[in-house]
């Protein structure tokens, strides 16, 4: 059984950086992608950064530019720098992993509290 657990949340001021950090244990085969979502009180879940199973990252318009995704498969490990933070990205992060093929899994992190405000 996949776990995932996330590290690294935290309150920080408007314009500043913090690093999240999530650590996958148990058995997972096959191609699998890794990445983080976020869901603000009130709000859906939505992505915000993933790596593809060759490691190519995406990003939600929202963070372009201020996060980075970065993925270790030897330790298997996903990490988020979070960059030029602001208020909106105020949110509960999530780490997530998809297993693709047949049949595909689907994991969630217990989800770490990132907090912007002065």
């Known amino acids: 059984q996949v776990q995932l657990v996330e590290s690294g949340g935290g309150l920080v001021q408007p314009g500043g950086s913090l690093r999240l950090s999530c650590a996958m244990s148990g058995s997972i085969s096959g191609i699998y992608t890794m990445g983080w979502y976020r869901q603000a009180p009130g709000k859906q879940r939505e992505v915000v950064a993933v790596t593809s199973g060759a490691g190519r990252p995406s990003y939600a318009d929202s963070v372009k530019g201020r996060f980075a995704i970065s993925r270790d498969n030897a330790k298997r490990t996903v990490s988020l720098q979070m960059n030029g933070l602001k208020p909106e990205d105020t949110a509960v992060y999530y780490c997530?992993?998809?297993?693709?093929?047949?049949?595909?899994?689907?994991?969630w992190g217990q989800g770490t509290q990132v907090t912007v405000s002065a």
């Open positions: 997530n992993v998809v297993r693709l093929g047949s049949p595909g899994a689907v994991y």
